[in-house]
């Protein structure tokens, strides 16, 4: 059984896969609490599915990308290796991509069947598993508050993520007026930083549709 908060159809948002089509399979419960976090209503409750259950609404959307999101998703690891199994079963090709906040180690029947994951550090509750830097599969995506984060990062990057992993910073924001302030900023430090090449990712949900769920 899955702990499901929703399931929907959009376009990804975020990250290395910015404005593709995607199904969003977004799991209830986390370990962390951050105080910005834009889904807390994903924390608890959600709905109990069996993995065939969340097969049959996945595969009504009829497109081959899904993201699975949380809440921390990791949490439910088990059931996802099950799940991507049947998913996968019979049909062609099908991208799966996980975002975590890199806490938890992945085991290597996940790391083996997900095409990639996107692991968000957050600063507030920083318990990253540097399991995560040891696979080729992973990008990292930090989100930007205050311009103190940038040293955080730094910091960051020379300690976990040495291997060639794709650096995305992203807006903290909830709404179009936040995003769109805090960008500048992250542009600057992009054309700063020298030693490694990082790229800025826009969160088109929230230029599109605001702080809006299942979009």
Known sequence: MLNVTEIFYSVQGEGP???????????????????????????????????????????????????????EPILQQDELINLIQNIRGGYGPFHVEIETNG??????????????????????????????SNTDKV????VVDKE?????????????????????????AITVDEHNKRLPMLIEFVKKHRLRVMRISPRLQILAYGNKRGV
């Open 103 to 132: 806490t938890i180690a992945p085991k290597p029947e996940l790391v083996g069947l997900v095409n990639e994951f996107i692991v968000s550090p957050k600063f507030e509750d920083f318990k990253y598993n540097s399991a995560w």
């Open 148 to 172: 103190e984060d940038f040293a955080v990062i730094e910091r960051f990057i020379q300690k976990y993520a040495q291997n060639g992993q794709d650096i995305f910073l992203m807006p903290q």
């Open 17 to 71: 896969r910015s404005g593709a089509p995607s199904v969003f399979l977004r799991l209830s419960g986390c370990n962390l609490t951050c105080s910005w976090c834009d889904t807390k209503y994903s924390w608890g409750g959600g709905k109990s599915m069996t993995v065939q259950e969340v097969k049959d609404e996945i595969r009504k959307y009829h497109c081959n990308f899904l993201t699975i999101t949380g809440g």
């Open 139 to 142: 990008a990292f995506k930090f």
